[in-house]
């Protein structure tokens, strides 16, 4: 099992930047996938981007491609999501999670085996 923790959420104006990050446990971090989905209040949640074990493959889902960027660093064991031009529909509570054994892009939060804890993202008009 994997332990992740969020962090760099926050309130920023539509427009703003901010980066979350998520630092895994663990000495195998180099080895899986990760991904990073969110959930707004009512709605289901949402696959956002995933990224392959070696950081040379990503995927976004169209509706912040262009804008968000995934990466992460092995040797610290820790992924990030950079999000620019944010606007108030990306509005949510941000999980990463690790995809330890299924195709590296998927897009189903149910091939991801282990989530954080969650980090809240508010973008006001």
């Known amino acids: 099992q994997v332990q992740l923790v969020e962090s760099g959420g926050g309130l920023v104006q539509a427009g703003g930047s901010l980066r979350l990050s998520c630092a895994a446990s663990g000495r195998t971090f180099s080895s899986y996938a990760m991904g990073w989905f969110r959930q707004a209040p009512g709605k289901e949640r949402e696959f956002v981007a995933a990224?392959?074990?070696?950081?040379?493959?990503?995927v976004y889902a169209d509706s912040v491609k262009g804008r968000f960027t995934i990466s992460r660093d092995n040797a610290k064991n820790t992924v990030y999501l950079q999000m620019n031009s944010l606007k108030p529909e990306d509005t949510a509570v941000y999980y990463c999670?690790?995809?330890?054994?299924?195709?590296?892009?998927?897009?189903?939060?149910?091939?991801?085996?282990?989530w954080g804890q969650g980090t809240q993202v508010t973008v006001s008009s």
């Open positions: 999670a690790a995809n330890r054994g299924g195709p590296w892009r998927s897009e189903y939060s149910d091939e991801y085996e282990d």
């Open positions: 990224i392959n074990w070696s950081g040379g493959n990503k």
